[in-house]
């Protein structure tokens, strides 16, 4: 057997020489064999020839130099280098010297990506399916290596002072090219969140745009229109904090928090000072920032001394049903006062009134008498019926009917009112005759055959019950405990002048056709057509008020009755009083008065439908009454708010039924001037009694 040859053996010398060996074997090399060639030919055996590197997450830093120009390497490196070189192939060595080469450092890691074919690794499978990843994911990838080797880089000896100034700068120049990488990397983040925002707010804007702008468009955030912040932000953040500082004061008074209690309620005493009656921020006081500032402070100290989810939400529910029951009771309330103003006479015209009638009756009785008084029973003109004890919203009605009139010669007024107007009523139309038409005014008191024996409404207001309902029984302690039944209270019931549309031929005998107008109305184009339209037999020609359910039968009459039951359809469209064309032929051919006092009769005890006059006409009329077409008369300007503009201008009558009477301080501002129009507050008698615009 050969002997071994001896591996050269080198020490540093004190004067810097070398000097041989003995011939013996170092220990260093013999531990170097047993721990490091000897395992690497076992595995390299029993592997066929290749090596199988385990799984290493962490990075293995091999601190060793395969550098030939370094002629200062220690004998022990390398006689580790020169084994190595017989056990690993020309591949791993020239990766190993490269990777130094670039970064100093030698990183296991590099294998992986790097492998030769002779090395096998468990990560390869995982290599593969992390080729997947996106740019995004390989970026973080690159950021989270760099941040490892910068973390893990090697410690050169200190005597190199010339290869670590080297790697120094190496490493800055690596630091400020990640930096860059990273700064670059956060850019396009930032572009891409504002890029998705944007689109997310141009797709709401889209489809805020089909959003019913009346009902939502008011806080719609997103339209570009919206510019600014909501005008009435602040205000509503301000009262959001009261009630929840309302909420905590509860709480904070149950855990006997005084402190806490006091506070709160101080805070929300000057949070209320500052909203005041605010609509909006501009309204607010200068003093309101500060306070929802403060107010704010101490919300979150009483959110962390005494807040209770379970707690808070009862009290929040609480405080909304009680809300509910006020904001119901406001309701009632409202609804009283409405119904009582709409009974009242304003000061202005029972001024008006006063004033006419003492000139009345001033006058000497030739000058009382109104000219052409022939033309009243002359059946060939257009005759009007008004019943009114309303002296300015008569004239508005007669006023505005001539103004529109095509041949206001041919047009004959009517009037009926009762025996406290009939001076100032007579008096008015004296002083301002409609032009070339005829009026006439007369005293529903001197109708003498308009009796309790022949009327039956007449009878009933005598009979000790009806005087009962009306002036004593069921008398409201509250507001709102009397504004169920207030309406049909409303003194109009007790006046035969609201009953007289259902004796048209007793009082007109001699006229074949009239069109009843109520006092409330606005007439706003010429009305001759009604009297060319056909009724086909019908009686009542007027405009109807059901729509899908609504103004039907049910609404109006007590089916729950067998005789109403019997009789009518619950479905039966109904129709308006305001403006209807009357044939008085087939009125008297079909006896409708007849008809009116049989079921007046049977409401003697009102089981069959409340007092009024609407009810007793749908029954009257029933399968008498000819639809006209809508645009002859619009309605609810006396209580509602949306109706169309542009259906009220093409309407030939405006009606203002309901309580918002347009004479009334609570009319609605946007109808009255449809009616203010066609008075002259430039007259005498108006401006003297501060009747404005």
Known sequence: MATPKRLPYTTAGAGGGARRGSGTVPPVVVLVFLFVVAPSIFLVARSGGHVHIPRVRMAIRIRLTFNPALQETDWQQQLVTNNLKTVLSKEVIDAIAASQQETGTVNLDFFRDHASPSWKTDDLVDHKMNTSLDVDDKAKAENSTAEHDLSLTY??????????????????????????????????????DDEAHVKLENAAIERSKAVDSAVLGKYSIWRKENENENSDSTVRLMRDQIIMARVYSVLAKSKNKHDLYQELQSRIKESQRAVGEATVDADLHHSAPEKLRVMGQVLSKAREAVYDCKVVTQRLRAMLQSADEHVRSLKKQSTFLSQLAAKTIPNSIHCLSMRLTIDYY?????????????NLENPALYHYALFSDNVLAASVVVNSTIMNAKEPEKHVFHLVTDKLNFGAMTMWFLLNPPGKATIHVENVDEFKWLNSSYCPVLRQLESAAMKEYYFKADRPTTLSAG???LKYRNPKYLSMLNHLRFYLPQIYPKLDKILFL?????????????WDVDLNGKVNGAVETCGESFHRFDKYLNFSNPHIAQNFDPNACGWAYGMNIFDLKQWKNKDITGIYHKWQNKNEDRVLWKLGTLPPGLMTFYKLTHPLDKSWHVLGLGYNPSIDRSEIDNAAVAHYNGNMKPWLELAMTKYRPYWTRYIKYDHPYIRGCNLSD
């Open 155 to 192: 410690k050169t000896p200190k005597d190199g002072s010339d290869e670590h100034q080297g790697d120094t700068a190496v490493k800055i120049a690596r630091r400020k090219l990640w930096e860059k990488r990273r700064e670059k990397r956060a850019m396009d983040l930032v572009q891409k």
């Open 362 to 374: 001033l006058l000497p009785l030739e000058k009382r008498k109104f000219p052409r008084s022939e």
């Open 483 to 485: 504004s169920s039944n």
């Open 518 to 530: 109520d006092d409330d109305i606005v007439v706003q184009k010429d009305l001759t057509g009604l």
